[in-house]
């Protein structure tokens, strides 16, 4: 197998054209990064050619593909005002509106789910949270917005590509009856996403502009860790209700949960409570219980910062099985003691949200004729 090298890729690209030059010498070749035989990049067109350059993008694919040392190549039509490679991944799927539409014009509440480090089960929170906030009657939505990450596709068992009713914006998924959408959709399961910061951003924004997510009342988040380029975007460019924070209860998670917090603070965004997931592991054979993580220390450091303690989740394999299968407790056993206790968490939460949304139109200007 040879090495695969960027020169060699960009070659090999310039034998697709545009018209009567090739796609790299008109510049639309952006993002261009190799990693270990894998190679991912974006073909930028103008919005108005939007999804009429698929053919371009899948020839580019197939070519990159074709070539010996290259293990996957993943390429994404990108529409960006001027063409200069500044928009994100549309998997060829649509063309893409003007950079300006509001994101999530049609969603009332739209709430983040947070954790300082990777590893606590923040995802498996989020999408059960979803599901109980469901149950309560609402019209629910589930983005995936662990770029880098994605794995809501898989917890909610939901497989297949977006497609596109209006020609304009994609149509989320559908699942569990929520709306969902990930880049798990436009991606292949097993192709890393190697972007950065710049592409991941954009991108994330456009899963919010570009996805006819309709009429929603509440938006559930499903956040990466940490406090990086994402929770930036969405601080700054998303009207978030609030944030719920996900940790386990040892001394390093709550310090990292400790950052995440600060973070939303820090960009006046409201944290609605902590969530302190893995509290306590019972044995289904003894029924003995163990601290495997220590036991309280989220509900400690709500105290302490005098934030609301929502509740805690059992270490139970149960959970995990559910979650890998596609079909989430809250769903598969409605009436067991932990699908109530992500419905006692979706109540408190829900009942936040409505708090800040009431006292944000209370806050609003009333013009009077």
Not at 33 to 62: C, L, N, S, T, Y
Not at 135 to 164: C, N, Q, T
Not at 184 to 205: C, S, Y
Not at 262 to 277: A, K, T
């Amino acid at each position: 197998m040879s090495l695969i090298t960027e020169e060699k890729i960009l070659k090999t690209l310039s034998t697709v054209m545009d018209g009567d030059r090739n796609i790299v010498d008109k510049g639309m070749v952006q993002g261009l990064q190799v990693q270990d035989g894998h190679v991912i990049f974006a073909v930028v067109v103008p919005p108005q050619v939007g999804a009429k350059a698929e053919p371009i993008r899948k020839e580019a694919e197939e070519k990159v593909h074709a070539m010996d040392g290259v293990l996957s190549a993943t390429v994404v039509l990108t529409a960006d005002k001027d063409a200069d490679g500044g928009g994100a991944p549309q998997g060829g799927k649509a063309p893409i509106p003007e950079k300006n539409a509001p994101l999530l014009p049609g969603v009332k509440a739209i709430i983040a789910v947070a954790s300082g480090k990777g590893g606590v089960g923040k995802s498996t929170t989020t999408v059960n949270l979803a599901l109980a906030l469901r149950d309560k009657g609402l019209r629910v939505g589930l983005l995936d917005a662990d770029i880098y990450g994605p794995s809501i596709p898989r917890m909610l068992g939901i497989s297949g590509d977006p497609e596109s009713s209006d020609g304009q914006r994609l149509d989320p998924m559908v699942g569990h009856g929520i709306k969902c959408m990930s880049m798990g959709f436009l991606v292949d399961e097993d192709t890393p996403i190697i972007w950065r910061g710049p592409m991941v951003q954009t991108a994330l924004t456009q899963l919010m502009r570009d996805v006819a997510w309709g009429e929603l009342d509440v938006m559930v988040i499903d956040m990466p860790p940490g406090t990086g380029d994402v929770q930036l975007t969405m601080a700054q460019h998303v009207p978030l209700t609030g944030a719920v924070i996900v940790s386990t209860p040892q001394d390093i998670a709550l310090l990292d949960a400790r950052k995440g917090l600060n973070m939303f603070r820090q960009v006046d965004v409201p944290v609605l409570g902590i969530v302190e997931n893995m509290s306590y592991f019972t044995c289904p054979h003894c029924g003995g219980r163990t601290d495997v993580f220590s036991h309280g220390g989220a509900k400690e450091e709500a105290d302490l910062l005098g934030m609301t303690f929502l509740g805690e989740i059992p270490l139970d394999i149960v959970i995990r099985e559910t979650s890998d299968s596609g079909h989430p407790i809250v769903d598969h056993t409605p009436d067991s003691e932990h699908a109530k206790a992500y419905k006692a968490i979706a109540e408190q939460v829900w009942n936040k949200a409505c708090e800040r949304l009431e006292a944000k139109a209370a806050a609003t200007p009333r013009i009077v004729q």
